[in-house]
């Protein structure tokens, strides 16, 4: 069981290096075929009115120079590697960014994007990046820009609510959880009773993934629903975890609230990789 098609979404310009380095390590890890795509977006046309050619032609330029510039770097990571590698640019002449890069991801087994930050060239807002999180079916690893990240999938730590959306999640990082080091389950928000129970779904789902030989363990939330994000940091903190596992939802299943919910709290104060699934 392993990652063998492995997308990247490069539109990050300058600032692409830390999705790269995060393929570049997964594909070789796993001998995945690595996808790096830029997808160029849609002029934007505002209330009907026609857009001039010279606007689409610097628009076209732009992007073409752009996408030049983030292919010398993918391609230079991969070469020489052991793993097979190809680079695509995905025009959205009809549809949004999310609509492409989200249908381009059904077809692969993990699809890699960076986390917003405010300096990004051409960024991607965290609408978007919710909205590309939501909209595909595959697992989605997120790769904070702004961090040095050398270790993926060693240390890992589950947030486990217990929902479709944290299940799928752990079903869906077996790949990466299977070259793991080290697992801790955390089980979000228990109750009284399953705190204290032997049979409970946590030390279920803990024997279940012992018997695919993971080094497993489990530890509980304390905190209310507010402050489970920060208490997510400060337990991956002190388990020395590298990746974070999680259902794209938290305990908010209302599309429009996902910001606020304790999936939004955490790509907004991620420092490690987050693997999301919805």
């Not at 993990?110 to 999180?133: F, H, K, R, W, Y």
């Not at 939501?134 to 060693?154: M, Y």
């Not at 089980?187 to 789902?205: D, V």
Request: charged share 15%; with cysteine.
């Amino acid at each position: 069981m392993s990652y063998k098609t492995v997308l990247l979404h490069l539109n990050s310009g300058q600032h692409c290096e830390p999705i790269i380095n995060a393929g570049v390590a997964i594909a070789e890890r796993h001998g995945a075929h690595l996808i790096g795509v830029y997808v160029v977006p849609p002029v934007m046309v505002y209330m009907g009115v026609p857009i001039p050619a010279v606007v689409n032609s610097f628009h076209d330029d732009y992007h073409l120079n752009l996408s030049k510039s983030v292919e010398k770097k993918f391609t230079k990571s991969a070469e020489g590697q052991t793993f097979t590698s190809e680079w695509r640019v995905a025009h959205t002449t009809d549809s949004s960014i999310v609509t492409t890069i989200s249908k381009m991801a059904h077809t692969s087994d993990l699809l890699i994007v960076g986390n917003d930050t405010s300096d990004m060239n051409d960024p991607l807002p965290g609408s978007q990046l919710e909205a590309i999180v939501t909209s595909t079916c595959r697992p989605t690893l997120i790769v904070p820009l702004d961090q040095d990240i050398s270790n993926i999938g060693e240390n890992v730590l589950i947030a486990w609510d217990g929902t479709d959306e944290s299940t799928r999640a752990v079903f869906d990082s077996l790949p990466l959880l299977k070259l793991s080091k080290s697992v801790t389950v955390y089980r979000i928000n228990p109750t009284g009773s399953e705190r204290h129970h032997t049979f409970g779904s946590s030390s279920e789902l803990v024997s279940t993934l012992a018997r695919h030989g993971l080094n497993v363990e489990l530890c509980f939330s304390s905190g209310g629903y507010h402050e489970i994000a920060s208490e997510l940091f400060k337990t991956a903190t002190e388990k020395g975890a590298d990746t974070i596992v999680m259902g794209a939802f938290g305990h908010s299943k209302v599309h429009g609230l996902l910001m606020g919910s304790v999936s939004g709290e955490v790509l907004k104060a991620m420092n490690i990789p987050v693997l999301m699934s919805h």
